[in-house]
């Protein structure tokens, strides 16, 4: 009976321990989940004065502030609680832009972090070598964000959060005889929320590389090399990591110049259908013309919205899906049909009004980003390399970022 008790009583206590543990485990995942962003539209000294201006911000608002007491015995009036900095810093900026406020900061845990919606990405050189930038859209002003010595950006691919980005890099690359190269290509993660990079993978010596995202959470790098010992063959590496850069299935291919020719980079595939599902567009292509047709599900209407000689090459959408941007291919025919320096179209449209908002032509426009209600887009045209910050929904261009030696949205030009 003594035995049995004792048995009884070991098995209880393991069950205790057990239980103990997964409700402290459920504890600290319930304190994480619990930590929030917020924006701060004001420090002050005293309780006093963060009270005094508490009712007039919350009326120009009309929403409801608190107040909070950091560890340096600051005064904090918050607005808001989201689960990211991105988000908070997209929503402060909105209100900026509003002139509802002057200036703001993301606080979490009573401590301002990194804003990762007002600092955007960007690829242009630092002390000679092609590096990452930050552009602030409050300051307008760029600072450098990552280099490393003997190390070339070749692109820049952010993460769909914005909280991350892959850097793929190399010792040098170029043409040799019209013939591509990559010497030492290495792949970096850099986490934006703690300042931190990892590299993740050295490719080594070859001849092309380029990078995709194939869906939300797997991040592609194909990295093409010339077999050692038959130089008729090329061999291409496909890596895929997820969106915290863990490496997965490496796949390798191989290729007959002979019989497949050389590799080629493939075509950005447009999307078509908008995120809110409200809307598609499709293309048909006639007498050396691209229609675009815009259709209405809601209101089951489809209108022609224009027509243009060039291709499209790709398409995008607002997060919210109200707004389309194309990018049509460029080309280096003028309308009389002579040589002329390559020039692309970038088209706005407004999906709900079935109208286009406005086209940018001129320059080659290669890549978009989407950013909230700002759309940022490529420059390019001989050796003019710059960025355009454009509002979309005011159908206002609010800057152009030019830095000495170029700049783009992923990479440089080549």
């Known amino acids: 009976m003594n035995r049995q008790l004792s048995k009884i009583l070991i098995t209880f206590l393991l069950i205790s321990l057990i239980m103990s543990e997964c409700t402290q485990s459920n504890n600290d995942i319930s304190q994480n989940n619990n930590i929030v962003y917020s924006i701060s539209l004001g420090e002050f000294k005293t309780e006093e004065e963060a009270v005094k201006i508490k009712p007039v911000l919350e009326h120009k608002m009309n929403s409801t502030l608190r107040i909070e007491k950091s560890n340096k015995n600051i005064y904090n009036l918050l607005l808001g609680e989201y689960t990211s900095s991105f988000e908070a810093g997209e929503n402060a900026f909105n209100i900026y832009t509003n002139s509802l406020i002057q200036n703001y900061k993301i606080i979490r845990n009573g401590k301002p972090v990194d804003d990762l919606f007002t600092n955007i990405l960007f690829v242009a050189k630092y002390l000679g070598r092609p590096s990452v930038y930050s552009y602030n859209l409050l300051t307008k002003q760029s600072s450098i964000e990552w280099s490393k010595w003997q190390r070339k950006v070749i692109s820049l691919n952010y993460s769909p959060s914005k909280e991350s980005a892959f850097i793929t890099t190399a010792f040098n690359y170029g043409r040799e005889s019209s013939f591509p190269y990559i010497h ?231």
Not at 268 to 284: D, G, H, I, T
Not at 320 to 334: C, P, Y
Not at 377 to 392: G, M, N, P
Request: net charge positive; hydrophobic share 35%; glycine share 6%.
């Open 184 to 414: 030492e290509a290495r792949i970096y993660f850099l986490n934006r929320a703690n300042e931190q990079s990892d590299e993740l993978i050295e490719p080594g010596d070859g001849t092309q590389l380029y990078t995709y995202w194939e869906s939300n959470d797997t991040f592609k790098v194909n990295f093409t090399k010339l077999d050692t010992i038959n130089s008729k063959i090329v061999l291409q590496d496909i890596y895929s990591f997820d969106i915290n850069g863990k490496l997965g299935i490496v796949q390798n291919r191989k290729y007959d110049l002979l019989q497949h020719g050389f590799p080629t980079i493939p075509k950005r595939k447009p999307v078509y259908l908008s995120p809110n599902k409200n809307f598609q567009f499709r293309n048909v292509r006639s007498d050396n013309e691209s229609n675009i047709y815009l259709k209405n599900f809601k209101q089951r209407s489809e209108e022609l919205i224009i027509t243009t000689k060039r291709n499209i090459n790709d398409a995008r959408w607002s997060k919210d899906g109200n707004f389309l941007f194309i990018i049509a291919e460029n080309t280096a025919v003028d309308s009389k049909g002579l040589k002329a320096a390559k020039t692309g179209e970038l088209i706005i449209i407004d999906a709900i009004k079935m109208k286009i908002v406005r086209i940018f032509s001129g320059f080659q426009f290669e890549n978009v980003l989407v950013h909230g209600k700002l759309l940022f887009f490529d420059e390019r045209l001989k050796d003019i390399a710059q960025i355009a910050v454009y509002d979309y929904t005011r159908d206002k261009l609010l800057n152009t970022i030019s830095v000495y030696g170029g700049c783009g949205l992923n990479n440089l030009p080549m």
